[in-house]
């Protein structure tokens, strides 16, 4: 029952002292004040006008926030295109310069000249003239074609100094050292790599490339000079900006060039700006600069907006770093795009207006609403009055009835009460009889002041019931219980409660009840049910049935136990005096004479089958004794029957195991060796035998360092001492490659795993043995064959890669159709037989541990930003998007050009299973210490049987792979060595025909630590 009584005695008390004194006096209306409409509706419009001024303010904070970020997407898309275009400059640059790098006719030139040079023949000589003119002729056709394509600087440098050989854009001009105030070429010849960057001089800003040139064919021969390539910075400006849609503009700031550099040709940027414009594909940017309206260059890429001839623009620079920067200070040159955003502004002030119309509106339909409000109100206020009277009239009527029931009450034997608990869960007694002094020693009045009363002389075991008595009276209409009552001069009184329920409208209940005493007989009851229940309960709650039979050949039951019934599904009626069955009736044929009491025992143990109810077997045990009667004769059997189905089943299985296991382990093609944990054979299956050459039972209980060469045979005890001590092994669980000793004394090499378990309390060890003698020779066999073949494909593949580039490229002259058809796939195939080489090196460095890793802590972001611009050709050649969506950029310790490698192998793969028009996906996303990077394509998917080998070395799904996609199969295989080399994992999750995600985890700077 909820008694959960809030309302203090006093406080009763006092309510009730005035509900009689308001039924003794007439019913007085106490006139209601009403709050003044016009108070309300001003406080309510001022508050509306708040909230919605913050709503609209909101709203056009959001709206200018939507516009500002419009207009940064806007200048950086501008950007990453301009970038893109520069980059593709150079890259440009840099082919040209390593096709001409590698053209026999200009390296034979330039060896001639340097062993000239170098013996003293004066420059204005006319061997030297000779052997300019043949430099200039060779790369004639090649200037041509660099004129068409931006083309601004093709010469050639002699020695450290960097002497001007030959200048194709000023023929007439040798003999000057540059190295010094030329850095990339200073560069190039003291390091002997290829250089490429941004350079700013006198000529503008060009991408420029230079590749060294040796004394030999190989590269360990000696720097004798270098050759530089260079483009504009950007394509034609005419047409990157039909591209791009708007206007573009180079400036250089002649201010920050070199003393000894003079200024390149170009207009003034503003009144006192040092910055010059020296090209542009609009007229309108001079009328810009000549007003100094347009922006100082800043050290990033910055944009803003310009208003000029009534219109306004939209102007995004996009910095150019010299290579000379040491940092990214003030750069020396930069890229203006503008573009007319006249209508878009225009359509954002109408919008604005738009906003403020419709925030207004919002407002005067808010105070309509507002008055229809306060008008409901005062006519619900005038209803409540009303109400009021109303309900002062009830209470009195309530009164009068009340007082007749307490006299009619007041005759019955035990007590009547009513009880109600108001909708917010307090408890009160609306009214209790006299009859409450003989159970609780209370008088009524008590109660009614303080309802905890009731259930304070309770015993706690009764009180749960009580109450769910009261609340099964809601439920079902009426309720009855017994319960116990601590009566305060009496001690413990039984005590049966009735009542009914009645649900009030306003949510409260109203019990209506009657509690009378029935001690006595709660007490002749309780005496019965003890002494009846006494032994049922102490023999029922055994696991099993107890029984009395008589010893004759049928075992005729006399009493059987209710735990008869759990065991075989018949109740123990059936069996006393075979009414219905016997009980040896269910015992199994062929387990009968297993269930007779053997001959003159006096005290017996049987196992045996029986058939229960349901048809299925089960194991009984039976322990009996025999019991005389006053003769001495015995003629009667005690016993008890108990299951042991479980037990007797677990033994059987154990047999079977133990069989299984056995057959198993001798059986398996690898050699299994379990030892105790001081090392001593236990198990030594056949493969084991055949592996080391010695027989079971010759090695099973001798150690296990029999088995192995020195030093280890003498270490092998401590170290299984140390891990018994301590706990901790790196071996166990991992495969090991170990040198074992067969017994004839011959040492080889196994792969061995170890395995830790628990056998009866004792710790076993298993070991797994496989001789792998003939894969490390395999191994080895198909490494070293592979390492020879590539590094002597690689020299002569250099040069006829070279000479093909050069001849497709046009650097020799045209050629006919026919053969420039067959000259583009024999360029083509020995780039992929390049490649191929360059992935069998790579593999074979990562096998044998000798490739380098330059580890730096960097962002990741940049890192995936490299890889899908570096691979863009591709993917626009096979007509497929790529889609980046780097949600995390943390730091990674890793080296980035093998990271790239890594890329650059899952972004090509994806392209080419991709369909034409389909979309490759880059993401990033962070996992606790982890980052992944995922590349998903919508390609057809990895082949089921393909899975557990396509991370193998040469390993394709089948051979039209290789026909249709191309690929060596070591694109996968080299990622995951770099990978896990670099701390990471790679795999993959592929559902077919819905595409594959080839993903690799890093960990991130903060968590990485040095390998162990």
Known sequence: MPLRFAVAYQARRDSFAAARAALDQPVRMTPLRLPTPRRIFGLGSLLLAVLFGALALNDYLGRVAVWQLEIANQGQLQSLALQSAQRGQERQAQMLAAALGSDPRLLASMRQIDRELRAGTPWDAATLTRLRQQLSDTLQPAWQAM?????????????????????????????????????????????????????????????????????????????????????????????????????????????????STSAPIGVQLGHDSDWLLTGHSATQILHWAQMNQLPTPANDTAQGLLQADGRTFLVNQIPLHDAREQQQGTPLAAALAWRDISPLVREHANVDQRLLLKWGIAWLIAELLLWLLVYLLQRRLIVQRQHQLSRQQHARSHQRMLERA???????????????????????????????????????????????????????????????????????????TEFRLEHPQRGTLWIEGRASAESLADGAVLWHGFATEITELMAATRALQQSESRYRGMVGNLPGAVYRCRN?????????????????????????????????????????????????????????????????????????????????????????????????????????????????????????????????????????EQIFGYRGEEIIGHNLSQLMPEPDRSAHDGYLAHYVRSGHSRALEQNRELVAQRRNGETFTIELRVSQIMHHGERKFIGLVRDITERKRIERMKSELVSIVSHELRTPLTSIAGALGLITGGALGGAPAPMQQMLAIAHQNSLRLGRLIDDLLDMDKLV???????????HLRPLLEQAISSNQGYADQQQVRFVLQAAADPLVEVDDSRLQQVLANLLVNAIKFSPVGGIVELASE????????????????????????????????????????????????????????????????SVPGQGACFWFELPIAASVTAPS
């Open 848 to 858: 044998a541990g000798k490739m380098a890793f330059d580890m730096r802590i960097q």
């Open 552 to 688: 004759d050949a049928e075992r005729r039951m006399s009493y059987l136990s209710d735990g008869i019934e759990r065991l075989t599904g018949y109740p123990a009626s059936d069996f006393i005096d075979n009414r219905l069955r016997s009980y040896l009736s269910l015992v199994h044929p062929d387990d009968l004479p297993r269930a007779r009491r053997p001959d003159g025992a006096e005290v017996f143990e049987l196992t045996y089958r029986i058939r229960d109810a349901q048809g299925r077997g089960l194991w009984l045990r039976e322990r009996g004794r025999m019991v005389h009667e006053q003769d001495g004769a015995a003629q009667w059997c005690e016993g008890f029957i108990w299951d042991v189905t479980a037990h007797m089943r677990a033994e059987q299985d154990m047999q079977e195991r133990e069989r299984y296991l056995s057959m198993l382990i001798d059986n398996v093609i690898d050699a299994i060796i379990i030892i105790d944990e001081r090392g001593i054979i236990e198990t030594f299956n056949h493969a084991a």
């Open 406 to 480: 307490q006299k009619i009450a007041s005759l019955l034997p035990g007590m009547v009460f009513q009880l109600k608990r108001y909708a917010d869960g307090r408890h009160a007694f609306l009214y209790v009889s006299e009859g409450a002094r003989a159970l609780y020693g209370q008088s009524p009045e008590n109660l009614i002041g303080d309802p905890q009363l009731a259930t304070a002389g309770v015993h706690p075991d009764d009180l749960p019931r009580l109450r769910s008595t009261l609340t099964r009276a809601i439920r079902e209409g009426k309720a009855a």
């Open 147 to 259: 004129q068409a394509q931006q083309g601004l600087q093709l010469q050639l440098f002699w020695s450290e100094a960097g002497i001007g050989v030959l200048h194709m854009q000023q023929p007439d001009a040798f003999g000057e050292a540059q190295a010094a105030r030329q850095p990339l070429l200073a560069a190039a010849l003291r390091e002997g790599r290829p250089q490429a960057g941004l350079v700013i001089d006198q000529h503008g800003a060009s991408s420029r490339s230079i590749v060294p040139l040796r004394s030999g064919d190989d590269a360990t021969g000696a720097v004798i000079g270098a050759l530089e390539v260079g483009f504009g910075s950007l394509p034609k400006l005419d047409q990157l900006s039909a591209q791009l849609g708007a206007g573009l503009a180079l400036i250089i700031d002649r201010k920050a060039l070199p003393a």
């Open 926 to 989: 962070q996992r606790g210490d982890w980052v992944r990077v995922s590349v998903r394509d919508q390609g057809p998917g990895v082949p089921e049987e393909f899975r557990s080998r396509i991370f193998e070395k040469f390993s394709q799904a089948d051979s039209s792979d290789t026909r249709q996609k191309g690929g060596t199969g070591l694109g996968l295989a080299i990622s995951k060595e770099l990978t896990e080399h670099m701390r990471g994992r790679l795999g993959f999750d």
